[in-house]
């Protein structure tokens, strides 16, 4: 079944890249450019997960996941933070925070299709 995955990225080498994966998966693709349209985005598509950067302009991907999280009609929302921030303390802040899963870049194509299908199977 097709889920709604939303990209929230301002590289768009990876936005480019991502966008073709989850559409290959069969899933509908919405893209954000920076954290206020990817949170705007989030509100308004309801998306079944988020793919979300950190490093952003307007919102970085903290105050993104923060923002979901503290709201209770997204609160259920899966989110993926894909980062090139990916020391320990930056993994944590990310988890503590709520995220469902950390994924630093670069990455592995297939892993991250994994994790994907790993995160939208528990939205089921």
Not at 54 to 65: I, Q, R, S, Y
């Amino acid at each position: 079944m097709s889920k709604r995955i939303l990209i929230v990225d301002d590289e768009p080498n990876i936005v480019i890249s991502l966008e073709f994966l989850m559409m290959r998966e069969g899933h509908e693709v919405r893209v954000a450019r920076d954290g206020e349209a990817g949170l705007a985005a989030v509100r308004t598509h309801r998306p079944d997960l988020v793919v979300l950067d950190v490093m952003m302009p307007k919102l970085d991907g903290f105050a993104v996941l923060e923002a979901v999280r503290s709201d209770p009609t997204l609160a259920g929302t899966r989110i993926l933070m894909l980062t090139a921030k990916g020391r320990e303390a930056e993994q944590n802040k990310g988890l503590a925070l709520g995220a469902d899963a950390y994924m630093p870049k670069p990455f592995s194509t297939k892993a991250l299709v994994e994790k994907v299908k790993e995160l939208l199977a528990s939205t089921d």
